[in-house]
């Protein structure tokens, strides 16, 4: 298995532009994570699907972001507009839900600055 | 509100010299504690997950364990190939019977000299 791809791999962009990440689960998982690291914050949950359907978006910061999931193979974080204290490292993961097979898998993250 | 705790926030050790982590939580009936390992630039790798007090795993040189209250990652003569950041995350009961968000500590950094 490939395991979770995210694209891009960097993004650089100018306050104010929007922004588009990219994830693509591991075959067969049913949840997906999208999560932000940063020095000061540490890793953090944005927002959680459970079978394409946002079950927690309260870790979503502000209007500014969203975050959609067609299909079970694809789900994209958006933020518009962007700013320079969303520069962070973006972390989609994947799991099967339901004991004991809940642990998520990360994929090799986003680092977005926002200049 | 389920909080994790990580101890130290860095360690430096001698190849061969083991030492353990600690992982304090709080949380409203836990369901399960996860152990992730991640190396610079790359995302956490999965290495453990605990359900009970009193539960062990091992894998290699590592071994985790359970209580209560904390949890310990062992790590017995480590190498410098061990040098990483170790996370860990627990996770709460919930009404919703699916999958469950994750609550991160905010790791210790082990670097191990040769």
């Not at chain 2, 926030?9 to 001698?14: G, K, N, P």
């Not at chain 2, 995302?43 to 364990?65: D, H, I, Q, V, W």
Request: overall charge neutral.
């Amino acid at each position: 298995d490939a395991g979770v791809i995210q694209s891009p791999r960097h993004e650089v962009t100018e306050m104010g532009q929007e922004v588009t990440l990219r994830c693509k689960p591991i075959s067969g998982h049913n949840s997906l994570f999208w999560y932000r690291q940063t020095m000061m914050r540490g890793l953090e949950l944005l927002i959680y699907f459970n079978n394409n359907v946002p079950i927690d978006d309260s870790g979503m910061p502000e209007d500014r972001f969203s975050a959609k999931m067609p299909n079970a193979s694809f789900s994209t974080l958006k933020i518009q507009p962007s700013e320079p204290r969303d520069s962070a490292v973006y972390f989609c993961a994947s799991s099967l839900s339901g004991l004991p097979y809940n642990e998520q898998f990360f994929g090799p993250g986003t680092r977005l600055t926002v200049l | 509100e389920d909080q994790v705790t990580q101890s130290p926030e860095a360690l430096r050790l001698q190849e061969g010299e083991s030492s353990s982590l600690n992982c304090s939580y709080t949380v409203s009936g836990l369901r399960g504690l996860f152990w992730y390992r991640q190396d610079p630039g790359k995302g956490p790798e999965f290495l453990f997950t605990l359900y009970s007090a009193g539960e062990e795993k091992e894998k290699e040189r590592l071994k985790a364990t359970l209580t209560k209250k904390e949890s310990f990652l062992h790590i017995t003569a480590p190498k410098p190939e061990d040098s990483a950041t170790y996370l860990c995350a627990v996770q709460g009961r919930s009404q919703y019977q699916g999958a469950q968000k994750l609550v991160f500590g905010q790791g210790t950094r082990l670097t191990i000299n040769p």
